[in-house]
């Protein structure tokens, strides 16, 4: 099986490594890229502050992740499925869900639970790696119906270790599900670096075992990103089955609003990366193509700023949720000791 | 582990970081990588590895970062760590130590604020501590240690910040004996985790309408010290059991149970239980708040174990 493992990169440095191109992608491509990747940034950095502000709780920040997500979702069409852990939180936003939707998630609102047959986003997955058997369960299922649809399943260098991420892996191979394994190698796990998470020289190299071609990229570069996404689309829809993705990219912020990376990071590493974040580069490499004039930054900006403020707006004027709903899901059809729950729970309300 | 060499301790972040709830800080300054080993994030190894460590003489105390966790770790809990003496006829002990905390009060969501400590009373070949005091956590974790079985040791999250004067020498305390944090005369609450806290703020309100509650922590649910409960119940002729785990198919059913059976003729009211509702633990703050059971909900039921204020 094939494994990539030098970094595939599209964007230069300005200076001695040359931008390249993808096949395939016109200027507006790459604007409309920007404009998600700049959608997706402020979305992070706006959160992190109405977390400090106490509007919504705990919140997984994802600075420096967003090409990873905006690369991979342009690969993708509408009816292919993406399965995010907490770190791709926002990602339905990518799929037109409403900002203010993540945001209620966030908040505890039952105004955040989406539907996920409304954007093909399965729900947000915690619990570590435990969804990769689901993504690769829906491709089959697609394969099955003779339908073209792929899977997504993101998930971080971490949950490379976990049990479900290696049996979804392998079934995924025996079964030749439409899969892409993306892999958010951010180097950092909570506070255990990567050589404590494998002893492997890449996390590539696991899908070699499984019988799965391997391609690593660069994780802040959104065209890399893109073009090794889009072949292991074309391969998952030519019946081919799944392909690993790993996009090596670093943490350059805390894990969570409630960790402090202070005791475990080398903070002069993190100043570094927050030079060569995803953003800034694309940015640059737009510049050097003439496609990224100052007003169009600043529109770009303010659009993505304007649609958070009425989305923070929007999940703040949500009505208080209906208590009741508190026994309303976790049954299709809710058990008698339901009634009695639900009683006691108008008993209290009127009490209060 | 600054006494025996054969203590020590493995898990998810609990080196530098000292753990997600800062239980293990410091430790790895003293004990070293070796002895305070951070560990990938594979629940299944770090247990199954902890019985492989065991199975040749080490006591390894290993960390689940949330309860809600042991679910990956499952096999290895309950078809390795618990039969492994059984099956090996008495000759091959698994003297391991899984800690792990829970519990909501934080808002964490569905899937990080369960109590599981009763998916394991139910399994032979476990024993399981629940300890609610900073005191009961060191005695009981250093016979969790020293004791030749697997043992489950729960703790909840929003009682670290409990303080206490400690002596410098350890006193252990012996595995299945229960704890009487408060005499009583009317209401005997037997009560776990956190809800030991809320059983003795509702003591202490009980105490103002003239109900005098008696509130005892079994601390270690498996084996159960039957004993010190039907005791008091027969003292107090009524029984409050209160968790905050789901109150249906309950450890406070099993405390029931027993109650019932050996005290009968002593009761004077039918068994309360004080639990959480059916419903999974939500995340929004308020609505979490009336899942959970509090103090309230502790008075509530010995007052109506002693017919006042009865619905
Ligand atoms: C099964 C399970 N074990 C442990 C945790 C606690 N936990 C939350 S995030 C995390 C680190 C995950 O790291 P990685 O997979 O690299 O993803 P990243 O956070 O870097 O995106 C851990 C251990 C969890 N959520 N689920
Ligand atoms: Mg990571």
Redesign the interface.
Known sequence: MRVERDLRRVIGDGESLPDGEVEGLDDADLLELYRQLVLLRTYDERSLVYHRQGRIGTYAIFWNHEAMQVGAVYALSDDDWIFPSYRESAIGLLRGMPAATVLSWWRGHPAGWWNPADYNVASICVPIGTHVPHAAGLAWGKKLRGESACAVAFFGDGATSEGSFHEGANFAGVLKAPLVLFCNNNQWAISTPLELQTAAETLADKAVGYGIPAARVDGADVLAVYEATREAVARARAGEGPTFIEAVTYRAAPHATADDPSVYIDPARVEEERRRECVGRFEGYLRRRGLLPDELREQVTGEAAQLMREAIAAAEAEPDPDPELVFAHAYAAPPASFDHDLAELRRVLADG | MRRDDDVFIMG??I????G?MAVTQGMLAEFGPERVR????????IVGAGIGAAMQGMRPVVEIMYE??T??AMEQIVNQAAKHRYMSGGQLKVPLTIRTQGGAGW???A??AQQVEAWFVHVPGLKVVFASTPSDVRGLLWSSIYDDNTVLFFEHRVLYGLKEEMPDEIEPIPLGKARIHREGEDVTVVATGRLVHEALKAAAAAEQEGVSVEVVDPRTLQPLDEETIVASVKKTSRCVVAHEAVT?MGFGAEVAAVVQHQAFDWLDAPVERVGS????I??????EQ??VPHDSDVLDAIRRTVGRNGR
Do not use: Y
């Open positions: 998810e972040d080196a530098e970081m000292g997600s951070n560990t990938p994030i594979s629940e299944m190894a809600d966790f679910t990956l808002s964490p969501g899937q990080h249906r509702k059916f419903a999974p939500p995340f929004a703050p308020v609505m009336f899942v």
